[in-house]
Nanobody, 123 residues
Framework: QVQLVESGGGLVQAGGSLRLSCAASGRTFSSYAMGWFRQAPGKERDFVAV????????YYADSVKGRFTISRDNANSTVSLQMNSLKPEVTAVYYC????????????????WGQGTQVTVSS
């Protein structure tokens, strides 16, 4: 079992920045690829970014490339999502998740999920 707890969400004006963090506990953190997803009201859960087990191997949804950065600290079992130049359309609940796949964009491939943290961007 892996337990995931997100933090760092909040309300920010358009153009601002937020940094989300996810603390993991339980089984070996470095064995899992760690992803971030988001879900707006009435919409499906969308892939945002994933960091593979090896530090530096990352992948992003096209919509966030150049503005969001995912990073992981295996020594401290944390994964972060730095979000810059925020736009109102990224308002959603953001979820941290862990997968045994080396890389995955599909939510069903993730075994463990955090409770989510709300990000609201005002115009």
């Amino acid at each position: 079992q892996v337990q995931l707890v997100e933090s760092g969400g909040g309300l920010v004006q358009a153009g601002g920045s937020l940094r989300l963090s996810c603390a993991a506990s339980g089984r070996t953190f470095s064995s899992y690829a760690m992803g971030w997803f988001r879900q707006a009201p009435g919409k499906e859960r969308d892939f945002v970014a994933v960091a593979r087990w090896s530090i530096g191997s990352t992948y992003y949804a096209d919509s966030v490339k150049g503005r969001f950065t995912i990073s992981r600290d295996n020594a401290n079992s944390t994964v972060s999502l730095q979000m810059n130049s925020l736009k109102p359309e990224v308002t959603a609940v953001y979820y941290c998740a862990a997968t045994a796949y080396s890389f995955a964009q599909e939510p069903y491939k993730y075994d463990y999920w955090g409770q989510g943290t709300q990000v609201t961007v005002s115009s």
